[in-house]
């Protein structure tokens, strides 16, 4: 990049990290105050019938739950900045929370980039195609698969798919994320693990696995990305602009490469960033109906037994992510429009 | 943009790729060859409900890890397969002294721990002094030691262990400060295991700490070293399997599998699911309305004996005075249709209660006649006490199924149209379990509640002792009633007769005593949890106490 076009967009990234972290503390105090006024506990998930009012009492004192709420969000807050976000109760009791996260996240990537990918790779050819063919047979067709997806839970369309090809006709497994091969780890990424240490058997059982889970939270941007792609080519098909290319003598490829898709692009990889929050949400019912050990199931686990560490890392990590890939998305558009560059 | 520029990237990654492959090479075995040894090859994969928390019982109190501690580790007191009867573990005997306070066992010879070492006297004695000798964190986490032995060494005047004594190197006597029923059958819980000194030193076990709103646990609780049929192979988080290997140096019989495997699948659909898959050999707790449906695909349906209670628990300290006349309190048990709701509600084999413990226990009294379905009693209970028309406070928690109570809302509405039937008044409430319904009941919010109990091991004391013991602090509300004082001496005088015959008889009594005189809560009734497996396993003895070990169970192919 030109050094006239780095100072702006430095300074605008520094400005958005900034408000990010606004956000994020901010947040942080939501969340554990929230979690706190929660009915039951941590106490409670742990004893369940063998509470007694002793056992309760020694727990609470050990854990530090009898303290003023305002302390325990300073000892949090403390904590937090020194990268202490303290041991999981319910979900893998006296492992660090943030070791979880780091655990089971690159599962909820994994899921998620495939159904990105997906529905990219499917969304926005068919997007074009049925633009170019408005009102066709194939462009009605593919406006009605899209409402079909966007109407149909992520859940019950993973539960339609798992008891067809796993349970129906065996063509899949049914849940996890990987037959107990003894694979090696390296990255937490299971397909890319396989591939780095020749283990292809690994890889293969973990793509085997993703399938599923990944067709069903595909769902989800595959009917925003298409319509919105279908929408995009349709409005600049009309620009002068096109015109202007097609009098001037230039080949499809050309007006359709450099003119059509590309100016088409800009509100669709916004929708892509926007659909990366549904995406998480989608990915919490799809891991449970899998039982994909993502950091869905990991929430959902943690939420029932009120580990607070947990959720507190879980939540604070998810909304992280969300901002930072809004981020980019926002980034990328210096990189696909130069008017934003400019501006 | 010129090429190379475009190609920048593509160049890093693939430099980074290659790196990456450099340094990650495959660290997998070949093959395990335990199949050496005497045995089969197989594997059997049980689908679990959850995590194991940790891999020392020591500081667990749920069964999932209890589940897979059980076949690494093996306890002094075991019990019977197949019954919740006491028989020789890792001691072959025991003997009480008169006084019942002093315990001499003796032990098994030639027994080694998985890392090679000795299980002798002075291993039996390190294992207790370690558990007795606690710091706060620990002292919180290790809750079966708290409600079993009462304190820790920081306030040993409070404490029932008192002291662990070898005798050369296969006798060891453990001696308690007062004589009680709980022993030695306490010693058969998995939280009690025998585990290696040496690697206990070495992995600092008793090194818990406190970490934000939660415990950490030190490196011993992750490589855990026992005498059991089975060892610790690997525990693959990423991937939520638990995978163990046979000792081929145990004591006993030898595991009839090379591998047990835990595939950790919380939903219960899902379970089902893996078995008819046939990517897992069996399941624990498969859903009643299940039982029928998996039988008929080929699976074998092992419906465990009964050891659990399920009762609807009165408090009279939520503010209803009428709950403190025996005569109310009878007319709410003759108002409910106990027969129809086990017949309807309940799996097979339930069983209506006539006392608050199961039949396998020492004490249960078989004279007990069950409260008869009779509204007419009912009613006129109700007027004779002038509780006519009285309000009741009832609750029942959701997001929850248990053993004893598989659906409570199903339970709730058939007692309460029974309860209304009468003329009472039923004030509905609910909570989440986790989510303030435990804390309301243990707060006396509720007049009348659902709750249940699995025994932990094969004594009254477990059952009638933990519910009406503690006086100052019980479910029931009885302080506030003229009976508790009276009935929580009884039930320590019973728990400290030192002759098994005459103990057992006491508490005969004193169930008789509960169920006619004081009534401080309906007993409902019994349900048996049921533990499925593939048509082709064998070897599974289903366990009352749902304890099963996994050592004799192989999978045919």
């Known amino acids: 990049m030109p050094k006239e076009v780095c100072g702006p967009v430095l300074r605008y990234i520094i400005r958005r990290l900034l408000q990010m972290s606004g956000v994020i503390v901010v947040l942080s105090l939501l969340l554990f105050l929230w979690l706190r006024s929660l009915p039951g506990g941590t106490v409670s998930a742990i004893l369940g019938e063998r509470a007694t009012p002793e056992s309760r009492a020694r727990l609470e004192k050990a854990l530090g739950l009898d303290e003023p709420i305002y302390l325990q969000y300073f000892r949090f807050v403390g904590r937090a900045l020194r990268g202490e976000f303290g041991a999981s109760t319910g979900v893998l009791p006296g492992r660090d929370a943030f070791d979880i996260f780091l655990t089971r996240f690159p599962a909820t990537i994994e899921l998620s980039f495939l159904a990105i990918l997906i529905a990219v790779v499917v969304a926005i050819p068919l997007g074009y195609v049925a633009a170019r063919s408005r009102g066709g047979w194939l462009d009605n067709a593919?406006?009605?698969?899209?409402?079909?997806?966007?109407?149909?839970?992520?859940?019950?369309?993973?539960?339609?798919?798992?008891?067809?090809?796993?349970?129906?006709?065996?063509?899949?497994?049914?849940?996890?994320?990987?037959?107990?091969?003894?694979?090696?780890?390296?990255?937490?990424?299971?397909?890319?693990?396989?591939?780095?240490?020749?283990?292809?058997?690994?890889?293969?059982?973990?793509?085997?696995?993703?399938?599923?889970?990944?067709?069903?939270?595909?769902?989800?941007?595959?009917?925003?990305?298409?319509?919105?792609?279908?929408?995009?080519?349709?409005?600049?098909?009309?620009?002068?602009?096109?015109?202007?290319?097609?009098?001037?003598?230039?080949?499809?490829?050309?007006?359709?490469?450099?003119?059509?898709?590309?100016?088409?692009?800009?509100?669709?990889?916004?929708?892509?960033?926007?659909?990366?929050?549904?995406?998480?949400?989608?990915?919490?019912?799809?891991?449970?109906?899998?039982?994909?050990?993502?950091?869905g199931e990991a929430l959902a686990i943690a939420f029932q037994m009120r580990d607070y560490s947990v959720l507190q890392v879980l939540i604070l990590m998810a909304a992280t992510v969300f901002v930072v890939v809004n981020l980019l998305v926002d980034i990328s558009y210096a990189v696909i429009d130069p008017r934003v560059r400019t501006r | 943009m010129t090429f190379k520029r475009k190609a920048a990237p593509v160049v890093a990654l693939t430099v980074a790729a290659l790196a990456l492959t450099a340094c990650a090479s495959s660290s997998r075995d070949s093959g395990t060859d335990s199949s050496a040894a005497a045995g089969g090859t197989g594997t059997f994969t049980f689908g679990a409900a959850g995590a194991p928390k940790l891999f020392d019982p020591f500081y667990a109190t749920d069964g999932e890890t209890f589940r897979v501690s059980r076949q690494i580790f093996d306890t002094l007191v075991s019990i019977k397969d197949g019954t919740a009867d006491l028989e020789p573990g890792l001691a072959e005997k025991w003997e009480p002294s008169a006084d019942g306070k002093d315990w001499t066992f003796t032990l098994r010879k030639g027994v080694k721990f998985t890392d090679g070492t000795d299980f002798n006297a002075e291993a039996v004695c390190k294992n207790f002094e370690r558990m007795f000798d606690q710091n706060e964190a620990g002292a919180a986490a290790a809750e079966y030691w708290a409600d079993t032995m009462g304190a820790f060494k920081s306030d040993a005047a409070n404490s029932l262990y008192k002291g662990c004594k070898a005798e050369g190197d296969d006798k060891v006597v453990l001696s308690v400060t007062a004589a009680t029923s709980k022993f030695p059958a306490m010693l058969s819980l998995t939280s009690f295991s025998m585990q290696s000194p040496t690697a206990m030193d070495k992995g600092k076990a008793n090194e818990v700490a406190k970490a934000g709103d939660g415990f950490t646990y030190p490196a011993y609780s992750q490589a855990p070293v026992g005498t059991g049929a089975f060892k610790l192979e690997a525990y693959d988080e990423a991937n939520k399997t638990v995978t163990l290997v046979r000792n081929d140096d145990h004591w006993g019989d030898k595991a009839k599998s090379a591998k047990l495997v835990f595939k950790i699948i919380p939903d219960e659909s899902t379970r089902r699911q893996e078995l008819q898959a046939g990517s897992i050999d069996g399941y624990d707790l498969p859903n009643p309305v299940d039982w029928k449906g998996l039988k008929d695909e080929g699976n074998q349906v092992e419906v465990r004996p009964a050891f659990n209670i399920f009762y609807l628990g009165l408090n009279p300290k939520a503010g209803n005075e009428n709950l403190k006349n025996l005569k109310v309190r009878q007319a709410l048990y003759h108002a409910i249709n106990r027969e129809q709701l086990v017949a309807t509600q309940l799996p097979e084999g339930a069983e209506v209660a006539t006392q608050f413990m199961p039949k396998a226990v020492k004490g249960y009294n078989a004279d007990i006649k069950p409260y008869a379905y009779d509204v007419e009693k009912a009613k006129s209970l109700l007027a004779e006490a002038g509780a006519t028309g009285m309000t009741l406070k009832f609750a029942y928690p959701s997001e929850v199924t248990r053993p004893y109570m598989p659906d409570p809302q199903k339970l709730y509405d058939a007692i309460k149209t029974d309860f209304e039937a009468v003329g009472i008044k039923v004030e509905t409430e609910t909570k989440p379990w986790n989510g303030g319904y435990l804390d309301n009941v243990s707060g006396s919010k509720y007049d009348a509640y659902f709750l249940g109990w699995t025994g932990d091991y094969n004594s009254a004391d477990n059952f009638i002792g933990t519910f009406f013991g503690n006086l100052k602090s019980n479910r029931f509300g009885t302080e506030a009633q003229d009976f508790g004082p009276a009935l929580s001496d009884a039930l320590k005088a019973a728990d400290a007769i030192v002759d098994e015959d005459e103990r057992a008889k006491a508490y005969e009594d004193l169930n008789k005593k509960i169920m006619e005189d004081y009534l401080p809560g309906l007993a409902i009734s019994h349900s048996p949890p049921a533990i499925v497996v593939s048509k082709n396993v064998t070897g599974l003895v289903a366990s009352p106490l749902t304890a099963e070990r996994f050592a004799s169970v192989e999978v045919k192919k």
Request: charged share 15%; with cysteine; aromatic share 12%.
């Open chain 1, 142 to 295: 593919s406006v009605v698969a899209s409402l079909i997806g966007v109407a149909v839970p992520v859940f019950f369309l993973a539960f339609l798919l798992k008891y067809f090809f796993a349970i129906k006709w065996g063509l899949l497994p049914v849940s996890g994320r990987q037959e107990s091969l003894g694979c090696t780890r390296v990255t937490g990424f299971f397909v890319l693990d396989g591939l780095l240490t020749r283990e292809f058997d690994c890889s293969w059982s973990a793509l085997r696995h993703l399938i599923l889970p990944a067709f069903a939270l595909a769902s989800i941007p595959f009917a925003v990305v298409f319509r919105i792609t279908r929408a995009a080519v349709l409005d600049v098909l009309d620009e002068d602009y096109v015109r202007t290319a097609e009098a001037k003598g230039l080949t499809k490829q050309v007006i359709r490469g450099r003119h059509v898709l590309r100016n088409a692009m800009l509100p669709v990889v916004t929708t892509i960033g926007l659909q990366v929050g549904a995406l998480l949400a989608g990915a919490v019912l799809t891991e449970k109906v899998f039982a994909f050990g993502g950091i």
